[in-house]
């Protein structure tokens, strides 16, 4: 059964404290991996999509990675407007374009 | 451009009626997914459109159907409403593997 986990589900940062989110998963056929950021009450916010293991991208203060099993969010010198629930979700070759979606991770950064 | 807007924002009804809820997705943008999130959990997918057609669907009884127009715009009914239906529904719109969000409806089930 295809399944995603994150962890931890709440973090609370000090202000420039940097740290990482984890996003661990077993699908069949990765066809992408997904991070978006929720703010309470509204739509997910899409940051990142990465395809292939080693892959890499950069926003700002965050940076993803993704391995074979598991994909990380690097969170650099946070600031207290990065607190939010960070998603991760999976799309998996044979279910077409669903998205499985993890519980989240629960941000503060404390200034 | 616009983003993915959906209507209306907010929703109360008592237990056993019906719900429309609506989704006008990115221009451009001929799929349209619908999702449910409960409060502390990650969205759930209840449906996906292309191009009028249902290509997937998810773990939701049939009380829970919807249908895209051939402007792209969707709608998400559910019949004999239950309090677990409380939830946040949201509406992606892509054009190739990205989903983007629009802001939800929040349905209160009283």
């Known amino acids: 059964e295809d399944q995603v986990t994150q962890s931890p589900e709440a973090l609370r940062l000090q202000e420039g404290e940097s740290s990482s989110l984890n996003c661990s998963y077993t699908v069949s056929g990765l066809r992408g991996l997904f991070w978006y950021r929720q703010d309470p009450g509204k739509g997910p916010e899409f940051l990142f999509t990465l395809y292939s293991a080693g892959e890499e991208k950069e926003k700002e203060r965050l940076k993803a990675t993704l391995t074979k099993k598991e994909s990380f969010l690097h969170i650099t010198a946070p600031k207290p407007e990065d607190s939010a629930t960070y998603l991760c979700?999976?799309?998996?070759?044979?279910?077409?374009?669903?998205?499985?979606f993890g519980t989240g991770t629960s941000l503060t950064v404390i200034p | 451009d616009a983003g993915v807007t959906q209507s209306p924002t907010h929703l109360i009804k008592t237990r056993g009626q019906h719900v429309t809820l609506r989704c006008s997705p990115i221009?451009?943008?001929?799929?349209v997914s619908w999702y449910q999130q409960v409060l502390g959990q990650g969205p759930q997918f209840i449906f996906q459109y292309y191009e009028k057609e249902e290509r997937g669907r998810g773990n939701f009884p049939d009380r829970f159907s919807a249908r895209q127009f051939p402007n792209y715009s969707s709608e998400l009914n559910v019949n004999a409403l239950l309090l677990g239906d409380s939830a946040l529904y949201l509406c992606a719109s892509s054009l190739s593997d990205t989903q983007y969000f629009g802001p939800g409806t929040r349905l209160t089930v009283l």
């Open positions: 221009s451009g943008h001929k799929s």
């Open positions: 979700a999976v799309q998996a070759g044979d279910t077409g374009n669903q998205f499985y």
